[in-house]
């Protein structure tokens, strides 16, 4: 099946630092990649949905200079979060699609921990 | 920080016998619909999805029902195995006011297997 590789599984950095997370899908070519956050024992909410060479649409509420994404190729995304805080601290995860009306595919997911 | 974590709705079923998991979806036009299975500490994994145009799809022990009169979604889970514990999440399938579709997450049901 589709496979979605997202680095690092876990991050662990002081306040201030900016920190860049990885999205590739191994296996397809990803017309679309999604940005979410999760909160221990919510459901994921969608932060920002990037389509490959154009400008990241954000949900309300989500800073875009906050949380920069790209997505450069049609396999790779990437969300930077800058001068991390520690309200940053969540669990991050992307997924990519190739056509609309067939599944994303998930990657494992980033934890991110700001002291 | 983080927010206080909510709890998630459990379903506790003893090993063997089969679990169904519900859902309520919000908007009458989404033609799309997808269950996920989270494990801990790691992304969603597709489990089945199903088309508008369906009322019921089948998969390797998962049966996936779509009622659209009540906007109701069901996993059915035949002999249920330790394996299986886990969150699950039924997704929905929006086309986003900018045109682009983006899934949009049930709360979640904890599975728990009692071996």
């Known amino acids: 099946g589709a496979v979605v590789s997202q680095h690092p599984s876990r991050v662990i950095c002081k306040s201030g630092t900016s920190v860049k997370i990885e999205c590739r899908s191994l296996d397809f070519q990803a017309t679309t990649m999604f940005w979410y956050r999760q909160f221990p024992k919510q459901s994921l909410m969608l932060m920002a949905t990037s389509n490959e060479g154009s400008k990241a649409t954000y949900e309300q509420g989500v800073e875009k200079d906050k949380f920069l994404i790209n997505h450069a190729s049609l396999t790779l995304s990437t969300l930077t979060v800058t001068s991390a805080h520690p309200e940053d601290s969540s669990f991050y995860i992307c997924?990519?699609?190739?056509?609309?009306?067939?599944?994303?595919?998930f990657g494992d997911g980033t934890r991110l921990s700001i002291l | 920080g983080e927010s206080v974590g909510l709890h998630l709705p459990t379903l506790s079923v003893q090993e063997g016998d089969n679990s169904i998991i519900n859902c309520a979806y919000s908007n009458s036009a989404s033609d799309y619909f997808i269950w996920y299975k989270q494990e801990s500490g790691k992304g969603p994994q597709f489990i089945i999805d199903i088309r508008s145009n369906m009322d019921k799809r089948q998969g390797q022990r998962v049966t996936v029902l779509l009622n659209k009169t009540v906007k109701h979604l069901s996993l059915q889970i035949a002999a249920t195995q330790p394996g299986d514990s886990a969150v699950y999440f039924c997704?929905?399938?929006?086309?986003?006011?900018?045109?682009?579709?983006?899934?949009?997450f049930g709360k979640g049901t904890k599975l728990s297997v009692i071996p």
């Open positions: 997704a929905e399938n929006i086309i986003s006011g900018a045109g682009s579709y983006q899934l949009t």
């Open positions: 997924s990519a699609s190739g056509q609309r009306n067939q599944p994303q595919h």
